[in-house]
């Protein structure tokens, strides 16, 4: 049995203090980074390695995107894909001693205007999602978990407002559409709504609210996903909500999820 959790953390050397406190408090066998912002070698692993976690797959880039798998348990790299030949790290996976593959992945955010012809970064979101989609079905995942900053709440309870974010990037039809191809291509299971199927559900709250509590404005843009054959094994997620008001926050919570595996 093991538990595993992602967090979109927004420079882990700038947070470094918030996920020590996680590791900490919370104790995962496993924490999936996005947005680590970092190189490898300048991420704090000294600090994660004094909390237990000795283990690491990671991929950086200065200043921007860059993932990175912290484990308690033994894992070996499983490589990375350069998904829509950006150049930017933004996958990377690790094998666990039972064979269970771990995907880290951090899906580019789209910018402001979800219009390809005018916004090429919302372009580069959609060709990330379509190879994404070609990958699951021309290798169809065994044993394996997908987590991360999927960068899209899919369901209308994973929005503060289903009607008024439809043309926001991040909950429009066609990012939500490209999103569900790739999740039906490799037949994964949303293991948080498998756990959590009704009510509101939040994983980021934008730091431009000012009182983010109150306002409640959140999308859950942080998945955990199994592949079908131990999708049974997963139980007890949780979103760690508290962790947004922590000082000097991440936008975005730890999301967590249990493997009887």
């Known amino acids: 049995m093991f538990t595993i959790a992602t967090w979109n953390i927004n420079s882990v050397r700038l947070r470094e203090g918030l996920v020590a406190r996680f590791l900490a408090e919370e104790g995962p066998d496993i924490l999936c980074l996005q947005e680590c912002k970092s190189p490898v070698e300048k991420i704090p692993l000294t600090r994660f390695a004094e909390l237990g976690y000795h283990h690491i797959v990671a991929r950086g880039q200065k200043g921007y995107n860059g993932v990175a798998i912290l484990s308690?348990?033994?894992i070996t790299d499983a490589g990375d894909r350069d998904y829509a030949s950006l150049g930017h790290a933004r996958h990377v996976s690790a094998r666990l001693d039972n064979g269970v593959v771990i995907h880290n992945m951090y899906v580019p955010a789209g910018g402001d205007i979800p219009?390809?012809?005018?916004?090429?970064?919302?372009?580069?979101?959609?060709?990330?999602?379509?190879e994404m989609r070609d990958v699951f079905h021309a290798d169809r995942p065994q044993k394996s978990i997908l987590v991360g900053d999927l960068n899209i709440a899919p369901g209308?309870?994973?929005?503060?407002?289903?009607?008024?974010?439809?043309?926001?990037?991040?909950?429009?039809?066609?990012?939500?559409?490209?999103?569900?191809?790739?999740?039906?291509a490799g037949n994964w299971?949303?293991?948080?709504?498998?756990d959590i199927p009704e009510g509101k559900l939040y994983s980021?709250?934008?730091?431009?609210?000012?009182?983010?509590?109150?306002?409640?404005?959140?999308?859950?843009?942080?998945?955990?996903?199994?592949?079908?054959?131990?999708?049974?094994?997963?139980h007890g997620s949780r979103i760690l909500r508290d962790c947004r008001g922590w000082e000097g926050p991440s936008d975005h919570v730890p999301v967590l999820a249990r493997f009887d595996l």
């Open 204 to 234: 980021w709250w934008s730091y431009r609210a000012p009182d983010w509590n109150a306002a409640d404005k959140g999308r859950r843009l942080d998945h955990i996903w199994a592949s079908p054959d131990i999708a049974n094994a997963a």
């Open 156 to 184: 209308e309870d994973d929005v503060w407002s289903h009607k008024q974010l439809l043309k926001v990037v991040s909950h429009t039809p066609i990012e939500v559409e490209h999103l569900a191809q790739a999740q039906d």
């Open 115 to 130: 219009d390809r012809e005018v916004n090429q970064k919302f372009g580069q979101k959609l060709d990330f999602l379509t």
């Open 72 to 74: 308690r348990l033994p």
């Open 189 to 194: 299971v949303d293991v948080t709504r498998k």
